[in-house]
C-alpha cells in the first residue's frame, strides 16, 4: 500500500504558475508509476499528468492535452516525490488535484491506483 500526500495548492491569477508537490511512502517509489489528476466542481475526475515507469528506470511522460506545453510533471526519487509545475494558468484550471500511482490502459489512457487527499488550485480571472 502506497501512502500519498499533495501539497502546494492555493489561489492564484490567471497567467500565475503553481508547483504541486506529492510525497509518497510505503512501496519503493522508484518503480512506480505516478500521475495527476484533477476534479472540478460537478465534474468527472480526469487525467492531467504522468510519469510512466518501465524497466531500467525509463520514465515516460504523458498529459493532456488541455495542459500540454503549460504543466511538467517530474519526479525526484531521491525524495520519493513527484511534482507539478503549473504554469500559465487559466480560470478553466480550477479544481482539486490528485496525486496517484498510475497504470496505463489502452492508448493514453491512464487508471488511478492509490490516492491522495487532494489539493485545491483556484484560478481567478
Known amino acids: 500500500q502506497v501512502q500519498l500526500v499533495e501539497s502546494g495548492g492555493g489561489l492564484v491569477q490567471a497567467g500565475g504558475s503553481l508547483r504541486l508537490s506529492c510525497a509518497a511512502s510505503g512501496r519503493t517509489f522508484s518503480s512506480l508509476s505516478m500521475g495527476w489528476f484533477r476534479q472540478a466542481p460537478e465534474k468527472d475526475r480526469d487525467f492531467v499528468a504522468a510519469?510512466?515507469?518501465?524497466?531500467?528506470?525509463?520514465?515516460?511522460?504523458s498529459y493532456a492535452d488541455s495542459v500540454k506545453g503549460r504543466f511538467t510533471i517530474s519526479r525526484d526519487n531521491a525524495k520519493n516525490t513527484v511534482y507539478l509545475q503549473m504554469n500559465s494558468l487559466k480560470p478553466e484550471d480550477t479544481a482539486v488535484y490528485y496525486c496517484a500511482t498510475v497504470v496505463r490502459g489502452s492508448g493514453s489512457t491512464w487508471y488511478g491506483g492509490s490516492w491522495g487527499q487532494g489539493t485545491q488550485v483556484t484560478v481567478s480571472s
Open positions: 510519469t510512466g515507469w518501465s524497466f531500467g528506470n525509463i520514465y515516460s511522460t
